[in-house]
């Protein structure tokens, strides 16, 4: 069973995260699709603290003693695969970042070296300004 100060504590953190997440939502400093995870977070705590026997009945199930240490291990789990997803993400942006760089540096590569083939094929001397 959780106790008063606990579900507090509970609806507290809702609040104040969906409090949190609507202000970045707002000054664009988050996306919609990105915060909708912290907005479910949000709502399973709020359940949580406003209905405890869910979590109760949850723990039960799952043969944890304590709700509170359900509770503990439940959000360390979604966020240990939050981690793990963002993870996979962050391989593949660096992934596709190198392969940008990798064309840059060639595109780079073949405007120098036209540049200096350039001018000699049209009678200039190789001091051509680069303003076009």
Known sequence: MLTLIFR?????????ITW?????????????????FWLFMALLLLV??????????LASL???YSTANFLFAFFVGILVLKV???????SRLEARIAELTQKVALLDYDRRTSEQDGPSANGRDGNASSDH
Do not use: C, Y
Request: positive net charge; without cysteine.
């Open 62 to 64: 799952f043969g944890v």
């Open 8 to 16: 507090s504590v509970l609806l507290v953190a809702a609040l104040v």
């Open 84 to 90: 793990f997803m963002m993870s996979t993400h962050i």
């Open 20 to 36: 949190f997440i609507i202000t970045r939502i707002r000054k664009a400093k988050m996306r919609i699709e990105d915060s909708l």
């Open 48 to 57: 949580f603290s406003i209905f405890p026997s869910t979590a109760d009945a």
